[in-house]
């Protein structure tokens, strides 16, 4: 032990001083690359992230004198366990090396580096009209150098090919510092040529050329041929009839052969309309049987997905609007066709469906809207994520996950499958690319229960058997890694394992690379990732996770969604760092190490977990954007209540964690407090002792608080008789910092014929306390605040931070005690749609104004957002909600010390130059108090306003132009 920590030190050290990028030996980085998206878990010696090529040189270099094996990663999306070694060097390309190095429109190609991000290539090159053929459903985070390693494919395959197909030359460093470039297919002179190399190339080629030779026979009668065959390497591309194809050979062999330094891939012509044709099936077989006769009319997509996924993504979470638009059926094919127009497009598409109408029991649909098609083909793309949970809530892996057959024999694989899963007891979701025979399939499998994992393996065997049985393969698109590799001797014969194992030596004789993946392979149910413990008792309830937090924890399966930096809210600290461990798949990660023991040795008390989830915003961004629900703020509380139980906690716990009750404090004299505030010398040392971030600006209190303020204007305004009572919840934000917004929801709610009331005493929802890991306060802060409501009275929130505290954190901290209050509480828009029509028609005027919205995260996690656009569009307002995620200040984060760099990152993505870049007339939408705060602060005093205070305007503009707006006394 103590001379492997030696010679890990060692290369530590050198790696630092011959490498510009990042070197990271430390037990959080390690942790963090020990896991890719399979159901293993190997823990690295280290990782690299080389800023360029001369790194990733000399990186192999000190690890081959070290003797230390390398890994190359791009996004760590791998399903089959490649992207993991253990003991190796993890170099992660995905960081750095990831240019789109030059786009040939004329040639149709695109030089690219590895850890290319594919959705960034598809951006260079969609202003000529091209594309990349492949597309996997992770194209917004996976690299171009890892579907090369996998050989991936994507929904567009049966039109464009899998990334063999599209492959021009790579660039590659082998494991001895030999470089050069491999090709696709070569004339007899070309490949003659290559033979006749001097040195390291020559040998290699000469090698590669005599394996070919003396085993014909094996080669042409050995390699099944389908389209979907990705297990094993394509030794058959090196046939003299395919010209001796290294570039497609390469495709597929997951890092065991060469490192990629650049790739050029072939382009092709992007359709410029397309249309989808929804096609209704009884079952998966009937739409399988169906796939043959829709091929000869070429769509650009054949993508199969049955009920059940349907049934485990609603269980998920709320059901999209898209469903409605699928046909009847038990199953349904999506057929993309494509025209140069959009008539033309639309020609093919009723093809396709007078196609499908020929079918028994077959139903169509044509969609032809871009959104519409958009927001199914999400449905099918998360499905990776979805089928992870089955609709009833129980788990299910990877491991049988994409095997592949002729597509005249789907059907019947699919029939024998299913047969094969009753036989087992064993459930799953399947779905895929039907057009290709290649079949997605995640299954419950015992993997927790070390006493069943003989039924796994006893499955996985038989799988092999009746795949091979009908001409198939082990995977269709995600290569084999360790899931797989071990069963390929039941697909090809003993003569081509031995050629397997004899072209991994050609290439890499001291097995440097990514050894035990493809060739002498570790066994499919060994070192698996779910080993751990509860660190009990436990705070919190986890209720969909039978109480634990581990499983909770293991929800992750590596999807990576929280690394896409292009859209949504998840996750604003990884957008701003590009740090793995601060996304929230690395600090899942973290936790299931914590728990295990081994990496991560001191539990709740660990500095590696705490510097980890400090970054962590608690957004909730990723409670509702991942597809798996891996509820990262939930985790970070729980763990802050652990760490600090017991002990003195950061400043900023007790100046921000109670705030509410140092601003009530504060509000008995205004004045003062602000006087404080403001002065330089004054507000410096208060920062200084609540560890707020100096670049900070403190809030300027009101004059008057939002209760005393309806107090007044109740002694001057009493209730309308008759007129319906509805609460209002005076969070601690809008009451003590910012009242305008409920002043205003006072005024319309009043103006719809409701009486506005407050509740009996003083209320807080707690969050405070939540985010900063006090339950114990929490929990009797929010019992208080429950006593002050009168019962059965409809409850209205402002802020959406409190709003969904009340009808989240309640219920789990309070149990039953805490549900009446989560059932009645409603953010104002949403109250506004629900009871508009009870008052009467044309109670709201119409608004000419024009808006942006920033929405709260957690108003988009847990409240959602589709009753502020009904309410937009009932008074007319012409709104664009901006793509802009997190605000970045999030409560306290934004405050706290060490956070101001990230927390104007986050800002500083989309929404801060959306907001400076809108025309002066244009309203600033933002119902949270932090969002508005930060805009604020970072946009020179611009004021954002609530819908409340919007509407309210629009009232008052009404009233003074002379338009009726009163509600009948009998509203």
Known sequence: MKQAETARTGLSHALASAVRGEVRFGSAERAVYSQDASNYRHLPLGVV???????????????????????????????????????????????????????????????????????????????????????????????????????????????????????????????????????GPLSPAERERLRHLPGREGELHRALQDLTTGNLSQLRQGMPDLPRRTSGYALDALLPERGYDLARALAGTEGTCAILLSATVKLVEAPAARALVVAGYPDETAAADAVPALLPLRPLTVEGMAADLIAALVSAGRRPAALDRLPEGGCWLFLEAGGATPAEALDAARALADAVRRTARAT?????????????????????????????GSEAWPGWEDSAVPVERLGGYLRDLRSLLGRHGLRGVPYGHFGEGCVHLRLDFPLTDPQRLPEFRSFMEEAADLVVSHGGSLSGEHGDGQARAELLPRMYPPEIIDLFGRFKRIWDPANLLNPGALVDPRPLDADLRFAGRELLPLALPYEHDDGSLLKAVHRCVGVAKCVDTSTGVMCPSYMATGEERHSTRGRARLLSEMMRGEAITDGWRSEEVREALDLCLGCKGCASDCPVHVDMATYKTEFLHQHYRKRLRPLSHYSMGWLPLTLR???????????????????????????????????????????????????????????????????????????????????????????????????????????????????????????????????????????????????????????????????????????????????????????????????????????????????????????????????????????????????????????????????????????????????????????????????????????????????
């Not at 800002?907 to 870049?917: D, S």
């Open 364 to 392: 169509v649909s044509v969609v032809t809207d871009a959104s519409e098609q958009r927001q199914l083909w999400s449905i099918r793309e998360a499905g990776a994520g979805i089928v992870t949970r089955l609709p009833d």
């Open 49 to 183: 992230k080389p800023a360029d090529t001369d790194d990733v040189r000399a990186t192999m270099a000190l690890c081959r004198e070290f003797g230390v094996p390398v890994v190359p990663r791009g996004a760590g999306t791998s399903i089959g366990g490649q992207a993991i070694g253990p003991g190796a060097v993890v170099l992660d390309f995905r960081r750095h090396l990831n240019r789109v190095l030059s786009v040939d429109p004329d040639g149709r190609y695109a030089r690219v580096e590895p850890g290319t991000v594919l959705d960034d290539l598809q951006t260079a090159a969609r202003p000529y009209g091209l594309r990349f053929g492949p597309d996997p459903s992770t194209h917004s985070r996976c690299t171009i150098g890892g579907m090369i390693g996998n050989d991936s494919c994507g929904s567009h395959s049966v039109a464009w090919g899998r990334t063999a197909d599209n492959l021009h030359s790579l660039d590659l460093l082998l494991a001895d510092g030999t470089e050069l470039t491999v090709t």
């Open 665 to 971: 404090a504060a509000s008995l004299a205004p004045a003062v407090a602000n006087r404080l505030f403001r002065s330089p010398r004054a507000a410096a040392l208060l920062k200084r002792l609540g560890g707020i971030e100096p670049r900070r600006e403190l809030p300027t209190l009101p004059e008057e608080t939002f209760e005393h303020w309806f107090r007044r204007y109740r002694a001057e305004r009493p209730e309308r008789p008759g007129a319906r009572p509805v609460l209002l919840w005076p969070d601690s934000f809008t009451n003590l910092l910012d009242p305008e917004p409920a002043r205003a929801a006072v005024e319309v709610l009043e103006h719809l014929g409701y009486a506005v009331r407050l509740p009996d005493g003083p209320v807080c929802c707690g969050l405070t306390w939540v985010s900063t890991g006090q339950l114990g306060t929490a929990r009797r802060v929010m019992r208080r605040s429950l006593r002050a409501l009168p019962p059965d009275l409809p409850v209205v929130g402002l802020e959406p931070s409190c709003t969904a505290a009340l009808r989240e954190e309640f219920p789990k901290l309070l149990g039953a005690e805490g549900r009446p209050v989560a059932e009645r509480i409603r953010t104002f828009a949403e109250f506004i749609d629900e009871h508009a029509s009870d008052s009467g028609p044309a109670q709201l005027p119409r608004t000419t104004a024009q808006a942006v919205t920033q929405v709260h995260c957690h108003q988009h996690a847990v409240l959602g957002t589709e009753a502020d656009r009904r309410v937009e569009a009932l008074i007319g307002l012409e709104n664009r909600v901006l793509d802009s995620g997190c605000c970045g200040l999030a409560g306290n984060f934004g405050f706290e010390r060490g956070h101001y760099d990230v927390s104007v990152a986050a800002a500083e993505r989309v929404l801060m130059p959306e907001v400076r870049a809108a025309a002066p007339d244009t309203v600033v939408l933002a119902d949270g108090f932090s969002c508005r705060t930060q805009i604020s602060q970072l946009g020179d005093a611009k004021r954002a306003l609530h819908l409340a205070e919007l509407i309210r305007d629009t009232i008052h503009d009404a009233i003074s132009d002379g338009t009726p707006t009163e509600c009948d006394d009998g509203a």
